[in-house]
């Protein structure tokens, strides 16, 4: 038996986070957009086959739309285009932040098989953080989910936003 045979599993896995990484880059790009029409920087993007199905950014606030989170907005692209509700077997969702419980909701009902997330959200995340609903044991589908994936560059992006925002906030701020 020679050691330089590659080991199959491992290299499905290396191409797995390598693909993960090219889509998640794909996904940040989404969030700096949202960025730019000065909505929270969140960006997603669905994968079936290798290739995206549907992609959204946040925008409640130009869409005037409080469901209108990046998870909900690649959903609704997906599903209009395939004139299905459900997404194929074998989707993959890849998110910039950790989902909140509306989104987790909206997934379970959509069927996606995978979610992959980049940072988590200490306070509404509904995965790892404030929620583990993945465990809730109440629904009727599951999903895998991973974390992680460029998560350093996603928490950058929101730092840079929150703080721009805050000094925007000072300048406009009427004096007392
Ligand atoms: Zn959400």
Redesign the pocket.
């Known amino acids: 038996m020679s050691l330089s045979v590659e080991d199959p599993l491992n290299s499905v896995s290396e191409n797995r986070s390598k693909q993960d990484m090219v889509w998640m880059q794909h996904a940040l790009r989404l969030a700096s957009t949202a960025a730019e029409c000065g909505e929270v920087p969140v960006g997603a993007v669905l994968v079936h086959a290798d290739h995206i199905i549907g992609q959204g950014y946040n925008q409640p606030i130009s869409s005037h739309d409080p469901t209108a ?4 907005v690649a959903l609704r692209d997906a599903c209009r285009q395939l004139q299905n509700y459900r997404l194929p077997t074998d989707t993959t969702l890849y998110v910039t932040l950790e ?6 909701g909206a997934l379970v009902h959509a069927r996606v098989t995978r979610v992959v997330y980049a940072a988590t959200e200490p306070r ?1 995340g509904s995965l790892v953080s404030a929620r583990q609903l993945m465990q809730a044991g109440f629904f009727n589908h599951y999903f895998s989910y991973e974390g992680g994936v460029l998560a350093d560059e996603s928490r950058q992006l929101l730092r840079f936003f929150f703080r721009q925002r805050r000094k925007h906030a000072k300048i406009t701020d009427p004096q007392p």
């Open positions: 989170h990046a998870e909900i989902p909140c419980t509306q989104c987790v509404a």
